[in-house]
């Protein structure tokens, strides 16, 4: 799985321009699935139907985004630096010193108007890129070019850190779930949505295409286990969290019995989460059409949204055994 996160995070991918995750990923699920589409927003949906003597199966919908946060330019002044605005929730503070590139491989550095406004706030629009350009004419980027962060991937013993760890270590968790899932019960869609970062679009137009009946989004969620971080008790390398609430959704309380029963009956690791910011594809799934039973499995991470996001080994190979064990049986609400 290693290997597999390394190629995904290295990818580049931001908020609808997911092609090139997409094509990866493709290429993974092609030989474990039944059937696979790609729907007009750019979802990938992944069919895995259930064994023939299957009765009244469960349409399940398991979401984990593409897209990466990411920058598009906005303007190119006389002398070929490009201003930009955000795509997603890219902040200053983890922007300012990025190294970014766009998506015809032009790469630049993000410097900062006056270094004595270096104070609280660092707000984007005082940032340019320098792509190395002198003037206008000579600037290989136009407005309307999007760029992500450039960043390899490297590993601390567990730790794994790369850029778009959110949620490319989700995508690597259903992939290497859909691999270990032998034969199912359940009628199984794993969506790899697109648009997350913008508003959790893709997923909505997915779930109206699919209609589950039951919903898990498998994404990332921060963490309260570094100096002075806000009082949550997610830890890394503590295993998956159960996710009761973030501020755009509350898990349905039957898929939240489902998960901590199988993780406790499997002798999985498993948190409790309770997020205080943020939210996740599972918001979309469940108001979708006339309601989705949903519930979501997070990936605890450090970092998010910066170039340094960080999530531990143990983490991802105790999702895709509680996912796996989840799914491989019959659901019994
Ligand atoms: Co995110
Ligand atoms: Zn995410």
């Keep these: 799985m290693k290997q597999l996160l390394k190629a995904l995070t290295e990818t580049f991918g931001p908020s609808g321009h997911e092609g090139e995750v997409r094509k990866l990923i493709l290429k993974e699920v092609k030989p474990l699935a039944d059937e696979v589409r790609v729907d007009a927003l750019g979802n ?46 890219t902040f200053g503070k983890y922007t300012l010193g990025a190294r970014v590139r766009f998506m015809n491989g032009v790469t630049g550095v993000v410097g900062y108007d006056r270094m004595e406004q270096v104070d609280n706030a660092l707000p984007i629009n005082k940032m340019y890129i320098d792509v190395g350009a002198t003037k206008k004419e000579d600037c290989p980027v136009k407005v309307g070019d999007f760029a992500a962060f450039e960043r390899t991937y490297m590993e601390m013993g567990d730790r794994l850190v790369a850029k778009s760890m959110d949620d490319r270590s989700g995508v690597a968790v259903l992939i ?61 390398g503590k295993g998956p969290c159960v996710k009761f609430r973030d501020p755009g959704m509350l898990s349905d309380p039957r898929v939240v019995d489902w998960m901590i029963t199988t993780a406790e009956k499997a002798k999985i ?29 997070s990936i605890p991470c450090r970092y998010v949204h910066s170039a340094s996001e960080m999530v531990d080994y143990n983490d991802l190979k105790n999702s895709v055994k509680l996912l796996t064990a989840m799914l491989s049986k019959a659901v019994s609400f």
């Design 44 to 89: 990938l949906i992944v069919h895995k139907k259930p064994a023939a003597n299957s009765k009244n199966p469960k349409r399940i919908m398991l979401a984990a985004h593409m897209d990466e946060i990411g920058v598009i330019a906005s303007h190119i002044d006389k002398k070929g630096f490009v201003r930009f605005t955000n795509v997603g929730g």
């Design 176 to 236: 290497e779930t859909l691999r270990a899932i032998k034969s199912t019960p359940n009628d199984l869609y794993f969506v790899f949505t697109t648009q997350e970062e913008v508003g959790t679009r893709g997923a909505g137009a997915a779930a109206y295409g699919v209609d589950p009946e039951i919903g898990i989004a498998v994404d990332v969620t921060a963490t309260g286990d570094t100096p002075a971080s806000l009082k949550m008790v997610m830890e890394l």
């Design 269 to 297: 690791p498993y948190q409790r989460e309770v997020l205080l910011m943020g939210t996740t594809d599972g918001r979309e799934i469940q108001i979708s059409r006339a309601g989705v039973m949903t519930g979501a499995l």
